[in-house]
């Protein structure tokens, strides 16, 4: 098995403090065959996070915030040969990335939930950490909480140019050379994973991203290498 054969999952939970949901949850990605997942809100604290390791999960990073907000964690399948070598996790249950040897490649995986309000620094500090550890590959999962195209990832398209939050999420995917992995999969198509009921508007806040070496071994989503669920999934 190579790298592109790998399915990767990108969920913001909405939070799993719940242990029925937490299950519902462990069980579905189990469904989906899901190799690595990358989740965001799981408002869980570190000893809550571990409870995750059951069933088909071999390993979990996480980083945590409190049982109401925020964390994040990466679960990667008991039968994947990926050899950990770093973790680098903030505070604030915002991010977590892991680097280490899966199938002879180094490669870094990543979870990210940013806050919902424009916060420069967490941009920058988030850029710097990514920097610090970015091997050949890297596979991030995201809910920037933004849509990055006013056009293409909003229903009704905005009209508006690109908000500081998305400016500042697209600087850093150019800085450090990531590509959108549904979209290369699905150029001419749109599609969402958010909804405001207030505003009663679609969103496309929730991505995967890889480096650009990887998109040449992205299989179509109807294959399964990489498949955005949505972040409102009723579980």
């Not at 408002?43 to 925020?70: A, M, N, P, Y």
Request: proline letters at 5%; one cysteine or more.
């Amino acid at each position: 098995m190579a790298l592109g054969n790998i399915k990767i999952m990108t969920l913001n939970v909405k939070g799993i403090n719940h242990i029925i949901k937490r299950l519902k949850i462990v069980s579905s990605l189990k469904k989906d065959r899901v190799q690595i997942a990358l989740l965001q809100e799981t408002h869980l604290t570190d000893s809550e996070h571990l409870k995750l390791k059951r069933d088909w999960v071999g390993q979990i990073s996480s980083s945590s915030f409190d049982s109401k907000s925020r964390g994040v964690a990466l679960l990667i399948h008991k039968n994947l040969p990926f050899t950990l070598n770093a973790i680098v996790r903030d505070t604030d249950g915002r991010f977590i990335l892991i680097t280490g040897l899966l199938y002879g490649e180094q490669i870094l995986l990543g979870s990210v939930y940013a806050p919902n309000t424009f916060d420069r620094s967490f941009y920058s500090n988030f850029l710097a950490k990514t920097s610090s550890v970015c091997p050949n590959h890297v596979i991030i999962g995201e809910d920037f909480n933004c849509g990055l195209n006013p056009e293409t990832d909003y229903n009704p398209p905005k009209s508006q140019p690109p908000s500081k939050m998305a400016k500042a999420t697209m600087d850093f995917c150019s800085d450090l050379g990531l590509f959108d992995a549904w979209k290369v999969c699905n150029p001419h198509v749109k599609d969402f994973t958010f909804y405001s009921r207030p505003h009663f508007s679609f969103s496309r806040t929730d991505y995967i991203r890889l480096e650009e070496v990887l998109p040449v071994l992205i299989k179509s989503e109807e294959t399964g290498f990489v498949k955005n669920r949505y972040s409102r999934s009723n579980v």
